[in-house]
């Protein structure tokens, strides 16, 4: 099995200083790449900021004879971490959309500024990153997105709406990214990742942070932004060295007539058959694997 190399690439790890940014840093850099760290260095839950985080991966990727380059920018401000790749290395190829922060609240109890933080960071610093180099990607006919998203974002979690909502956006995000990438060979794909960070440090035993150690990841996020690699619009798990894909399930569903019979009290009737996914299933991968015509015309020949 050949190495995988990064040879001259250049990648943006966002939220680098630490956790998983880190050991994507690492990765990449033992791999050839030139690593733009970024990071602001704050708290968990988003509060603070300091330089050393980003600092500290960088001094430990240029002890071992790597390329690196530090950067502060909050991601709200992607255009300027864009703008450290492209002053320090000239290029961005590949971007890891990696920051994040968590403010766990009941809904009940989540306020604005909960909700606005946590969307900011994780989607709309991933937007921002993006957007910046997106011009740059097309033009070099070359480009590898990660967008991070969580478990919590594919099934919801009790506590995180905030994160749910935007770890879930980022799936749709990068699904997109993926159709309007591909004449420009420029793929996007999600992960959902578990790993033994300061996010994870306080909800699990220590044995089974032991086995989640965020270099188990790298491998996946390395070979999914290779130039090698031609998947897209992908969604995986991945933890502990397992990896799993994920894609979408539709029942076969029920086509009701489409007049005056169609009342809510005909959905109750039909609703364990609409909700059947021990009979004839669908995997549908975009939106045209919908049969909507079909149906149209299923429903039509009920009505006659
Ligand atoms: P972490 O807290 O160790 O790392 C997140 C980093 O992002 C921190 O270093 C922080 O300083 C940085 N950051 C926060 N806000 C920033 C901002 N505005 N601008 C720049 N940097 C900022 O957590 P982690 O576990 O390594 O998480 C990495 C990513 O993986 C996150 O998006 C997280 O939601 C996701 N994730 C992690 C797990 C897990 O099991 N650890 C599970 C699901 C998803």
Known sequence: MSELRFDGRVVIVSGAGGGLGKAY?????SR???VVVNDLGSGLKGEGASASAADLVVGEIK???GQAVADYHNVLEGEKIVETAMKTFGRVDIIVNNAGILRDRAFKSMNDKDWDDVLNVHLHGSYKITKAAWPIMRKQKFGRVIMTS???GIYGNFGQANYAAAKQALVGFSNSLAYEGYKYNITSNAIAPLAASRMTA???PQEILDSLKPELIAPLVAYLTHEETKQSGG???IGAGTITAHRWQGTEGVVFKADASFTPAAVKERFDEISNFDGKVDYPVSMKDNDWMGKLE???SLST
């Not at 840093?25 to 850099?29: E, G, V």
């Open 235 to 237: 969604l995986y798990e």
């Open 25 to 29: 840093s690492l990765f990449f850099a």
């Open 202 to 204: 306080t909800v699990m």
């Open 298 to 300: 299923q429903a039509k």
């Open 32 to 34: 050839g790449a030139n």
């Open 63 to 65: 002890k071992t004879g």
């Open 150 to 152: 969580s478990a919590a």
